[in-house]
């Protein structure tokens, strides 16, 4: 097996495996188990990888689209949490700094507003 295929072979079992916990968790919502099980998954993907998703079997197909699909819910989660938290104040607006995403959905905005 050469070098490429191993490091594919290893980042999908390292993505299993935190799927599996993931799946095992009794609640999506923040708390420090859900924190960093996703920390680790977003560590694991955020390098580029020779991964072809489109070449992954069906199990590692299905398991991916389940991933996707407890990442949506527990990205809602976080930001319905961080909402309750920010509306507690008396100006949210001089609070946004605390919601963990803050700064990627202010640099997705000036990506998607830029001249083309």
Known sequence: MDAQNKEV???VHKITGLHAAIAKLPSLSPSPD????????????VPPSPVDVTKLGPEAQEMREG?????????GKLEAHYSDMLAAFDN?????AIFPYYSN?????KLETRPR
């Not at 949210?92 to 946004?96: E, G, R």
């Not at 959905?105 to 905005?109: A, D, M, Q, T, V």
């Open 105 to 109: 959905y202010i640099n997705l905005s």
């Open 9 to 11: 072979d290893a980042l």
């Open 92 to 96: 949210p607006l001089h609070h946004l």
């Open 67 to 75: 991933l996707i699909r407890l990442c949506s819910e527990a990205e």
């Open 34 to 45: 859900v924190d960093a099980l996703f920390t680790d998954l977003v560590t694991a993907c």
